[in-house]
């Protein structure tokens, strides 16, 4: 099993900035995907943004341009910076980091942090 601990979260104004942090006890290189994603209270878990072994990085149209995934691969520890907060931001944000083994992703979570944005 693979920990993933995540930190930074909090309450913030609208527009204000806010930076997540993961910190997984395992090589980077271990993994062919690795995210982050949010819960609102009342719905899905979504996408807010990936980074594949390819060096590929996408994100959710509700985040572009405003979102940022970042790693360190030294301190194998990945980062969400997230500018212009909105209240429709407020969610628990998961860091996750899968395997892809034998047709199966194997999907590893963060024990998620809370952000609230305030009008």
């Known amino acids: 099993q693979v920990q993933l601990v995540e930190s930074g979260g909090g309450l913030v104004q609208a527009g204000g900035s806010l930076r997540l942090s993961c910190a997984v006890a395992?090589?980077?290189?271990?993994?062919?995907?690795m995210g982050w994603y949010r819960q609102a209270p009342g719905k899905q878990r979504e996408l807010v943004a990936s980074?594949?072994?390819?060096?590929?990085?996408k994100y959710a149209d509700f985040v572009k341009g405003r979102f940022t995934f970042s790693r360190d691969n030294a301190k194998n520890t990945m980062y969400l910076q997230m500018n212009s907060l909105k209240p429709e931001d407020t969610a628990v944000y998961y860091c996750?980091?899968?395997?892809?083994?034998?047709?199966?992703?194997?999907?590893?979570w963060g024990q998620g942090t809370q952000v609230t944005v305030s009008s």
């Open positions: 996750n980091a899968a395997q892809y083994y034998s047709g199966d992703y194997y999907n590893y």
């Open positions: 395992a090589s980077f290189h271990s993994f062919n995907v």
């Open positions: 980074f594949t072994s390819g060096g590929s990085t």
